[in-house]
């Protein structure tokens, strides 16, 4: 089955630096757009950046300027550098992928899949 392994979440200070990593595993045929979502506590989920196959980037305007997407098609990995930290960056990110995954010989399937997600947490 494919799987969304998220890691690199943990507890820094205001003005900090961490990086996320995704890895994306299973019968993968091809990856789409992959992202970044996190959502804090009592808050909707949201946006943060996202990475095309081609590697066009938007990202949350909360976030221009100190976060960074890229992506690894080699390793089926897409990441999240995050500077400066702020304490409103707190939440759960999410990794989401868009894949093409095999069903069977000559069957695909397109399907949004989700990380089990990783918790980050700045303090002030």
């Known amino acids: 089955q494919v799987q969304l392994v998220e890691s690199g979440g943990g507890l820094v200070q205001a003005g900090g630096s961490l990086r996320l990593s995704c890895a994306a595993s299973?019968?993968?045929?091809?990856?789409?757009?992959m992202g970044w979502y996190r959502q804090a506590p009592g808050k909707q989920r949201e946006l943060v950046a996202a990475i095309t196959s081609g590697g066009s980037t938007k990202y949350a305007d909360s976030v221009k300027g100190r976060f960074t997407i890229s992506r690894d098609d080699t390793k089926n990995t897409v990441y999240l550098q995050m500077n400066s930290l702020k304490p409103q960056d707190t939440a759960v990110y999410f990794c989401?992928?868009?894949?093409?995954?095999?069903?069977?010989?000559?069957?695909?399937?397109?399907?949004?899949?989700w990380g089990q997600g990783t918790q980050v947490t700045v303090s002030s």
């Open positions: 989401n992928a868009d894949l093409l995954v095999v069903v069977a010989t000559t069957e695909f399937a397109r399907g949004d899949y």
């Open positions: 299973g019968s993968i045929f091809s990856i789409n757009a």
